[in-house]
């Protein structure tokens, strides 16, 4: 394949690296410290712009954080043209919530393609959320979660509808 390496870029033999913002190693991905730093230091939004930019960073990590759709909503709501931006308690426990969520993230397995995988899906009036695990010595092991909030017309949907909307 005539592949070039640089040295000076390469690590050999380790246990676990850097790499697009994750640690790394045998065992899964990690979030990075340093992101989840950035994100616990962040003072609270006081406008649009500063909303939007703690959403792309969340979204960044959004794969680690259980339900982060229903856990986002009290800020997220705030992007809406038709909500007048306050950043009130709620939008506050809400970006408390995932702050406290980053720092509790857990390791994200490595998928074993020799294993089963288990899809585990709920669904709420106004969210879905699905996570993605794998049984290894009788422990389920997260590997992914995903979650969604609802439009209008989706949360109409009966409670089946929704699952069949999360395993989508």
């Known amino acids: 394949y ?21 640690v790394v190693s ?15 230091n962040l003072p609270p939004p006081s406008n649009l712009l500063q909303i939007q930019k703690l959403q792309g960073k969340a979204n960044f990590l959004r794969r680690f954080i259980p339900n982060y759709a229903e ?19 709620v939008a ?3 970006f408390d919530a995932l702050k406290d969520s980053l720092m509790k993230a857990s390791l994200m397995y490595a998928p074993d ?9 709920a669904a709420a009036n106004t969210t879905i959320t699905m996570v993605l695990v794998q049984e290894v010595d009788g422990i389920e092991h997260p590997i992914y979660y995903l979650s969604k909030n609802l439009n209008d017309t989706e949360s109409k949907y009966s409670y089946v509808e929704k699952l069949a909307l999360a395993a989508i």
């Open 2 to 22: 005539k592949i070039r390496l640089n040295p000076h870029k390469c690590v050999f033999c380790v246990g676990s690296g850097h790499l697009l913002g994750f």
């Open 71 to 89: 856990l986002a909503k009290g800020y997220t709501r705030l992007l809406k043209k038709e909500v007048p931006f306050v950043w009130d308690q």
């Open 26 to 40: 045998k065992d899964g991905i990690r979030l990075d410290p340093c992101k989840v730093q950035a994100i616990i």
């Open 113 to 121: 393609y020799q294993r089963d995988f288990n899809l585990y899906l």
């Open 92 to 94: 506050q426990a809400s």
